[in-house]
């Protein structure tokens, strides 16, 4: 571990803003970073601890949103009551989240800001249409959260910039669900993840279909001609499998063929069957 790291605990976004120099790194949940700090990956010479700030921690309901403090605990997603009826998905990826140890310290703004590919909270984030609010020495503006990554491990956000809340629209459709696929059941890191939301319409067919993919890209991302092609279809199993080959394809076309996609691309084609079948089963 780096000696001689100063340590610095705001009390204000704008405090926390102004101590994030070029050397600074942000520990809020500290499951990443004591990890960087022991492995000597961090190379700063700063600590920013952002536990302090209680704007952060904000979870509630405002007007046809929610609201989602980038502070707040991945187990408190995982049992809050406002979360699992509003964002089931996020909810969901909350409790598939690691173990309760990690849970009870981790963070949703550490889990988007680490910008692992593998993040369970960015698929539910991106379908609920998240927008995040970034503070920065600029002020504060809104920024889609399918832009805050980079790449693989590579946020976009600057030196000097804080995530403080995420902005999520609820959605009331019939099939809102999130999956994910590790190496075993419990305590695994996400090797294939899926938020989808879907609808059908009074006529029986699929409506607003939505499909957001992670793990198997550099960064998370919606699937947009699997969701075209699936919006106005009626359910059924041969539907199913032609979106699923659809949403192969497009992953492949951002990843080529990687010796990993003799796994990946049956996994996330039978994963998305499995999770569009209550289209057909239930509604």
């Known amino acids: 571990m780096r000696e001689h790291i100063e340590y610095f605990r705001p009390t204000t976004v704008d405090e926390a803003v102004a101590a994030l120099t070029d050397e600074a790194g942000i520990i809020a949940g500290g499951t990443d970073m004591m990890i960087d700090l022991r492995s000597g990956s961090f190379k700063g010479s700063r600590l920013v601890d952002v536990t302090g700030i209680e704007e952060l921690r904000v979870l ?79 002020g504060r503006e809104m920024r889609p959260v399918a832009e ?36 075993r059941k419990d305590l695994a890191i996400s090797r294939v993840s899926l938020a989808v939301l879907a609808d059908k319409n009074d006529k029986g067919l699929i409506s607003r279909a939505k499909v957001v993919l992670g793990a198997c890209m550099p960064t998370t991302r919606r699937m ?43 996994a996330i084609q039978g994963l998305l069957m499995r999770m569009l079948l209550p289209l057909i089963r239930r509604f």
Do not use: W
């Open 224 to 266: 947009p001609r699997t969701e075209e092609f699936l919006n106005g279809q009626a359910p059924s199993l041969a539907v199913f499998r032609e979106a699923a080959g659809l949403m192969a394809a497009e992953m492949i076309e951002v990843t080529g063929r990687r010796p990993s996609l003799a796994y990946k691309e049956p």
């Open 60 to 138: 509630k309901e405002e007007g046809d949103t929610v609201i989602v403090g980038a502070g707040v605990k991945i187990e408190e997603l995982r049992s809050n009551e406002l979360v699992r009826t509003k964002l089931p998905a996020l909810a969901q990826a909350a409790n598939k989240f690691a173990g309760l140890q990690v849970r009870n310290q981790a963070t949703i703004g550490g889990n988007v800001g680490h910008a692992a590919p593998c993040g369970d909270t960015h698929p539910p984030l991106i379908l609920y249409d998240g927008v995040a609010e970034v503070a920065g020495p600029g």
């Open 148 to 183: 805050l990554f980079s790449g693989p491990n590579r946020s976009a956000l600057k030196a000097g910039e804080l995530l403080v809340r995420f902005i999520l629209k609820p959605d009331t459709a019939a099939l809102v669900d999130f999956q994910k696929i590790g190496r």
